[in-house]
């Protein structure tokens, strides 16, 4: 049974400053995208940032670039969300997906990622 657990949500002042962390027990040798969506209260899931499997192919939502860091560690199974300088429009429950990847490529559709966390919580207040 795959395992996606993130942390590191909270509540923070616009200006500020959170890490996300994703833990996952995808097997090392298995390829797959890993990205970041988010959902505000009454809204659709929302694609924020992904990193392909070698680590070479990454991109952001235009309303993040500049701000968030997306990256990973695969020895220790991790990967992260630095998010700088946050407003009140990010706002939402944020939730790491595993998507296997045969091509190195991005994807921003959450439907073609299989696996999920249970999602944390971001408030940022104005």
């Known amino acids: 049974q795959v395992q996606l657990v993130e942390s590191g949500g909270g509540l923070v002042q616009a200006g500020g400053s959170l890490r996300l962390s994703c833990v996952h027990s995808l097997r090392s040798f298995s390829r797959y995208t890993m990205g970041w969506f988010r959902q505000a209260s009454g809204k659709k899931r929302e694609f924020v940032a992904a990193i392909s499997w070698s680590g070479a192919n990454i991109d952001y939502v235009e309303s993040v670039k500049g701000r968030f860091t997306i990256s990973k560690d695969n020895d220790k199974k991790m990967v992260y969300l630095q998010m700088n300088n946050l407003n009140p429009e990010d706002t939402g429950v944020y939730y790491c997906?595993?998507?296997?990847?045969?091509?190195?490529?991005?994807?921003?559709?959450?439907?073609?990622?299989?696996?999920w966390g249970q999602g944390t919580q971001v408030t940022v207040s104005s």
């Open positions: 997906g595993a998507r296997p990847d045969f091509t190195d490529q991005i994807s921003t559709l959450g439907d073609e990622y299989q696996y």
